[in-house]
């Protein structure tokens, strides 16, 4: 295997990814529940997907279904199908998602936003395998794998009386915790390449690289979108930007407002002049303080950094 772990999109060589990857190596081989955690837009469904793929059963069904997207009143038939006349409106049987899933995956993503009531009979299914459709008289079986997902603290929602403990602890078999893009520092450029030269590929566009300010930018920002912010911007660029190389200055104006203390959007310039002290900043943290080190790498004189520097503790 390379140093760059790539299956699909899902790539990594920072220690913390690693650990992800060992991890969903040795879930994957397993029947057990897995129970994935971290920020919006960190690859939960990819890493579903990829538990999936390396199951025993790769070929069979991998259902995915968003819980905080499925109506309350339909959410039971949802989960569980019904029979034909079982309420209004039900003209014929229908599968649910459990039945559908039979010998495969279910991926229950946002987990923690279904409501008390289906938390039950979910726990009931997970415990012996049965499910009753809506309106039918008899049980069935279902032979799934679950895998959960969730952005929010999953601990917190039991402990608030938002998430039952006892599926709690039904599903939280073997935790999966996936770090945010900001402390993935080695795989940010790693991505943004992967993901540029893609929807280059797929737009037709020319050829385009990255310059030191701009890495140092990537490298600079928090990104609270995570890699799906990362993969939206590297589609921008590729559409928007015609020149061969990519600059901090193109980059900028694509990223989210910089917060104040008062969580108000920074001015644009006022933004700006903040994005350049943290690419200069983290570059100077990357060369261990050297300034000489640093403006060498950024393409700049010291005395620019100096006068920078001053300039910001005079502020």
Known sequence: ???????????????????????????????????????????????????????????????????????????????????????????????????????????????????????????????????????????????????????????????????????FWRLHVLPVPLPPLRQRDDDILLLARHFLDRFIREEGAPAKDFTKDAKSLLLAHPWPGNVRELQNLMRQLAVFHHGKMIAASDIAPLLPPVAGNDDAPVPAAAGLRHLERQVIEAEIARHDGSIPLAARALGVAPSTIYRKRKSWSAA
């Open 1 to 167: 295997m390379s140093e760059e772990f790539i299956r699909e999109e899902f790539i990594g060589r920072s220690r913390v990814m690693r650990d992800v990857f060992l991890r969903l190596k040795r879930a994957a081989q397993s029947a057990a529940p897995v129970f994935i955690t971290g920020e919006s837009g960190s690859g939960k469904e990819l890493c579903a997907r990829y538990l999936h793929a390396g199951a025993r059963r790769p070929s069979a069904p991998f259902i995915a279904v968003n819980c905080a997207a499925i109506p309350h009143d339909l959410a039971e038939s949802e989960f569980f199908g019904h029979a034909r006349g079982a309420f209004t409106g039900a003209r014929q049987a229908r599968k649910g998602l459990v039945e559908l899933a039979h010998g495969g995956t279910l991926f229950l993503d946002e987990i923690c936003e279904m409501e008390l009531g289906l938390q039950g009979k979910l726990l009931r299914f997970v415990e012996t395998g049965r499910f009753r459709p809506v309106g039918a008289g008899e049980e069935q079986g279902s032979d799934v794998r679950i895998i959960c997902a969730t952005n929010r603290d999953p601990r917190r929602e039991v402990r608030e009386a938002r998430f039952r403990a006892d599926l």
